[in-house]
T-cell receptor, first 112, second 115 residues
Framework: QKEVEQDPGPLSVPEGAIVSLNCTYSNSAFQYFMWYRQYSRKGPELLMYTYSSGNKEDGRFTAQVDKSSKYISLFIRDSQPSDSATYLCAMTFKAAGNKLTFGGGTRVLVKP | NAGVMQNPRHLVRRRGQEARLRCSPMKGHSHVYWYRQLPEEGLKFMVYLQKENIIDESGMPKERFSAEFPKEGPSILRIQQVVRGDSAAYFC?????????????FGPGTRLTVT
């Protein structure tokens, strides 16, 4: 079983819809949670960074962390075709020495 | 405001040759990480370095792979005697020096093809 699970998709939505992404994890030590966006043949781009449980909002993006369920989510409002990419969750904890553990990524396609 | 820079972007090597991948972190960042992304797989941690120090190399294969981050110049990931299974995208990331800063910013990657 992988430490971090993420549905590979693809997830296809019409333009303007809300995109809902999530990851589950097994290691309760994880404290810091990140979402990255990766366009085809490019490097991952950091979108959101949260610590412990709760919500964080940044523009059209909202990240949620539920440590009791070992479940994190990313919501993208008013989705645009330019949001079509692979979204990766990543997580770490202090004793891990900055080593990020990634999910496998979810491919998202926003159709105009 | 340059981001993380990696070169070359594409590298082709024959089996048995050596591959050298370079990474320059973002300005003001002193922590460097290397990750590998195999086709259809997520990113896997390889090594974490600070200037002149390897902090964590738990993700590095025991043989043929080495990494350094000298006092001057870029970080280097070196793969000796490459094999077809080394074909992958190799990403470098950097983070600021501040304690408890876990955000990592990635470069564009080097795509290694072993023929």
């Amino acid at each position: 079983q992988k430490e971090v699970e993420q549905d590979p998709g693809p997830l296809s939505v019409p333009e303007g819809a809300i995109v809902s992404l999530n990851c589950t994890y097994s290691n309760s030590a994880f404290q810091y949670f990140m979402w990255y966006r990766q366009y085809s043949r490019k490097g991952p781009e950091l979108l959101m960074y949260t610590y412990s449980s709760g919500n964080k909002e940044d523009g059209r993006f909202t990240a949620q962390v539920d440590k009791s369920s070992k479940y994190i989510s990313l919501f993208i409002r008013d989705s645009q075709p330019s949001d079509s990419a692979t979204y990766l969750c990543a997580m770490t904890f202090k004793a891990a020495g900055n080593k990020l553990t990634f999910g496998g990524g979810t491919r998202v396609l926003v159709k105009p | 405001n340059a981001g993380v820079m990696q070169n070359p972007r594409h590298l082709v090597r024959r089996r048995g040759q050596e591959a050298r991948l370079r990474c320059s972190p973002m300005k003001g960042h002193s922590h460097v990480y290397w990750y590998r992304q195999l086709p259809e797989e997520g990113l896997k941690f390889m090594v974490y370095l600070q200037k002149e120090n390897i902090i964590d190399e738990s993700g590095m294969p025991k043989e043929r792979f080495s990494a350094e981050f000298p006092k001057e110049g870029p970080s280097i990931l070196r793969i000796q005697q490459v094999v077809r299974g080394d074909s992958a995208a190799y990403f470098c990331a950097s983070s600021p020096r501040q304690e408890n800063s876990y955000e990592q910013y990635f470069g564009p990657g080097t795509r290694l093809t072993v023929t």
